[in-house]
Each structure stands twice: as C-alpha cells, then as structure tokens.
C-alpha cells in the first residue's frame, strides 16, 4: 500500500478523465508490453529480456522497478533468481491487456503487419 501512495503522489493529482491517469499510469510502449508478457506467466528478468529484444537493461529495470511501485508488478519472494508476476491489481488488467492483444492481432493482419511470436 505503501508503494501505492509513492506511485501515486508522482503522478498528477488531477486528471480529466478515467483513461488520462489509466495512460499516465501505464504510459508508454513497454510497460504494457512488460505486462502483457507476465499476464501469461510470472517470469525471470532474464526471461523478460529475451521475450522483449528491443528493449534495453537499463529500460527493463526503469520500468520494472516503476511497475512494483505503481502496485501492479511484485517480485515474487524467496526465489533467487527472483521471479516478477502480476500483484491483484496488476491481475485486474489482464481483460484490458488481452482485448489489446486481440485488437493488435486483427488489426496487423488486416493491415499487412506481421507479428513475430514466440518461436519465430
């Protein structure tokens, strides 16, 4: 709860709307993308690095570390390598995250883009 606060006393106090703090929160490309990936499974760092190539150490760490803060991502304890999965409310936005994937998947397709997957 704690690290709720400090989150939150970074961002704005005031927003016009549910999606301006919901995108202030989740800004950028790869928090969702960090996110996206530990929907599926709690994962390693090492593991995210290499499920995410075009995103750097310094990058991963800035986010992930910004992701635990926010109350959405938690190492999980005890383990070494440690492990990072979804906290409750990181959990709550697994219909959000995979209503993007969707939305992505349909959309490339539609528009010519390939996505690699895992394994390609």
């Not at 927003?15 to 996206?36: H, M, N, P, Q």
């Not at 926010?70 to 906290?87: F, H």
């Not at 709550?92 to 996505?115: C, F, K, N």
């Amino acid at each position: 709860m704690v690290s709720d606060l400090m989150a939150v006393s970074r961002l704005g106090k005031f927003y016009g709307c549910g999606v301006e703090f919901s995108l202030d929160l989740l800004g950028g490309k790869w928090k969702t993308v960090i996110l996206a990936r530990l929907k599926e499974e709690p994962l390693r760092y090492g593991e995210l690095r290499r499920l995410i190539p075009g995103l750097s150490d310094k990058v991963l760490s800035e986010r992930l570390q910004g992701l635990c803060e926010a109350g959405l991502v938690e190492p999980v304890t005890g383990e070494e390598p440690k492990r990072y999965r979804l906290t409750c409310r990181g959990e709550s936005l697994r219909p959000l995250l995979q209503a993007l994937y969707d939305w992505g998947e349909a959309s490339a397709t539609e528009m010519g883009v390939h996505i690699r997957h895992a394994g390609d």
